[in-house]
């Protein structure tokens, strides 16, 4: 066996323990609003609607897994083990965090593998200042959030140093066409997500609830810079970015297929749009479209003294890569005002 040693001690499954209010230092918390166990254990005999397995993840990444740290006697294979890259793929996010705010990052998951459930409640938020809500469960698990919950953020979001990131994640397949689906499929052209994918009970009842006036639609590829692999810098909006996310931030992370965050009503700026690959054809480029909004913020309001934001959980990992520019923008969330 050869398992990856951390670079400190970890726990798991133990109770959290509560982070000192510290003026200027912001307290961060992940949320992750699937259901560990309702995702591990999903039959693999379903083509829509599930995370790869680890066996797939191998096939298509080869060699990139097939080192010993991943092997059966010190990863966890199936599903599970997927799900435990993501966990993986958030520890630069979480050092940058840290070191930024002096502050270490909670990270809970709505149902963990140990079967607790977590909802979003005054107990969770009481030592929290900026709050990511990554919306990662697929819709048949059915993960909605109670009233309670939304009357806890609400609570939550009266504080004026508050900010909650809401990051519903792609919606693939939607469309009951098979030929729909199949034009979708080949634009975005990652062979690990099925035909319909379909994410965000949890934070589509959070926009739902608060009244932020986003969907999350499709998954589109974003484009390269012509002659290489990077991705294409953002289309920035800078002169209305008064909290700064976007100072020295020319790009995000590269994925596959990133949402479309439609706006669908007013009190909201679209702080920064992606270029999508045109190559491929796809219904929202069919529609017009050539960029997505990837980076949104709602601005205080009355009765809402806090920040909202809207940005894809995976412009918060490093599963396919990070840059010195993403970094950056880690630290302008880490270190707003």
Not at 54 to 63: D, F, I, N, Q, S
Not at 108 to 122: K, N, S, T
Not at 205 to 232: E, H, S
Not at 255 to 281: F, K, N, S, W
Request: proline share 7%; net charge neutral.
């Amino acid at each position: 066996m050869s398992a990856t040693r951390p670079s400190a001690p970890r726990t798991y499954n133990q109770a959290h323990l509560r982070r000192s209010r510290t003026p200027g230092r912001r307290r961060i918390s992940i949320y992750w609003t699937w259901s560990y166990p309702w995702e591990s254990n999903r039959d693999v005999s379903h083509l829509d609607d599930r995370f790869s397995t680890m066996t797939e993840v191998r096939r298509v990444a080869w060699p990139a897994y097939e080192g010993p740290e991943w092997s059966h006697d010190a990863f966890l294979q199936g599903i599970a083990g997927t799900l435990e890259l993501f966990h993986r793929s958030t520890l630069d996010f979480q050092r940058v965090a840290e070191e930024a705010t002096g502050h270490p990052v909670a990270v809970y998951q709505r149902v963990d593998q140990a079967g607790f459930l977590h909802p979003i409640d005054e107990q969770l938020l009481e030592d929290t200042d900026t709050l990511l809500v990554f919306g990662l469960d697929h819709l048949p698990s059915r993960q909605h959030v109670a009233p309670a919950e939304i009357q806890a953020l609400q609570a939550w979001l009266g504080r004026e140093d508050s900010c909650l990131l809401v990051a519903p994640h792609h919606d693939v397949g939607a469309s009951d066409d098979p030929e729909v689906r199949q034009v979708e499929y080949r634009h975005h052209r990652d062979p690990l997500v099925p035909r319909r994918q379909q994410f965000g009970t949890s934070t589509r009842d959070i926009m739902k609830g608060l009244g932020i006036p986003v969907i999350n639609r499709w998954g589109l590829r974003p484009a390269v810079v012509p002659g290489t692999a990077d991705i294409a810098p953002v289309s920035a909006r800078r002169g209305v970015d008064a909290l700064g996310l976007l100072k020295g931030v020319d790009t995000f992370n590269f994925h596959p297929h990133l949402p479309q965050y439609e706006v669908t009503g007013g009190g909201i700026e679209v702080l920064a749009r992606q270029p999508v690959d045109l190559a491929r054809a796809h219904p929202f480029m069919d529609a017009g479209g050539r960029e997505i909004n990837v980076l949104l913020w709602m601005p205080p309001a009355p009765g809402r003294a806090g920040h909202i934001l809207l940005a894809d959980s995976t412009h918060f990992t490093t599963l396919f890569g990070g840059t010195a520019s993403l970094a950056r923008f880690w630290h302008n969330l880490a270190t707003m005002k």
